[in-house]
């Protein structure tokens, strides 16, 4: 079936210092989609793509259709950046199959 | 803007109970998920409704109901609470047309069975 493999699974970052987490995917996906779970539990929207590169503050993302991967950027992370981190892939049809998330925590 | 509500926020079950959870909806959204949040793992499909009265088996149906009433409501079924089961459930929508259709997701229901 289709699969998404999310890399790394945890990750420690010191505040102002950056990194990025990876999304492989083993089918070609039409859109992938990224996600910060809140301290309530909601999962917040963070980019939507298609295709290319977004941009918002401090967070970028990629998406590669043909190479099957995405990529999120988080550059001179905060205290408050920390929390889980989902990519989902969105088949042809109407699934989406998500990662298995990335807890981020950062540290002063 | 729009807003996806799911009650009730916390549910607590015996087991074997049979228990629902509801999401509405007012992006005038036409398709609709429930998900499975286990904790450490991703979210797994449980049940997703293309359209009012449709429904659509996810990787994770057996074990559930869903119940698509209206356009704005999608409703899920516990058939039979599992001992000790811990969870959240997550109710997504997205609309429909274009490659450009992100979800959107309610804040969680969280189940607890003792």
């Known amino acids: 079936g289709d699969q998404v493999e999310q890399s790394p699974s945890a990750l420690s970052l010191h505040e102002g210092t950056g990194s990025a987490l990876r999304c492989n995917f083993t089918?070609?996906?039409?859109?992938v989609q990224w996600f910060r779970k809140n301290s309530r539990g909601s999962l917040i929207n963070l980019f939507y793509?298609?295709?290319g590169t977004k941009e918002n503050g401090r967070l970028k993302s990629a998406f590669d259709s043909k190479e099957r991967y995405s990529t999120l950027h988080i550059r001179d992370a905060q205290l408050e950046d920390s929390g889980t981190y989902f990519c989902?892939?969105?088949?042809?049809?109407?699934?989406?199959?998500f990662g298995s998330g990335t807890r981020l925590l950062v540290s002063p | 803007g729009g807003i996806i509500t799911q009650t009730p926020k916390f549910l607590i079950g015996q087991e074997g109970q049979k228990l629902t959870l509801k999401c509405q909806q007012n992006?005038?959204?036409?398709?609709m998920y429930w998900y499975r949040q286990d904790s450490g793992k991703g979210l797994r499909l449980i049940y997703y409704s293309i359209t009012e009265n449709d429904l659509q088996k996810g990787d994770l149906s057996e074990g559930y109901d869903a119940s698509r009433e209206k356009k704005s409501s999608f409703s899920l079924t516990v058939t039979s609470a599992q001992k000790n089961e811990m969870a959240v459930f997550l109710c997504a929508s997205r609309s429909v047309g274009g490659l450009d259709a992100e979800q959107f997701f309610g804040p969680g229901t969280r189940l607890t069975v003792l």
């Open positions: 089918t070609t996906m039409r859109a």
């Open positions: 793509l298609a295709s």
């Open positions: 989902a892939g969105r088949t042809g049809g109407y699934k989406v199959v």
């Open positions: 992006f005038n959204h036409d398709t």
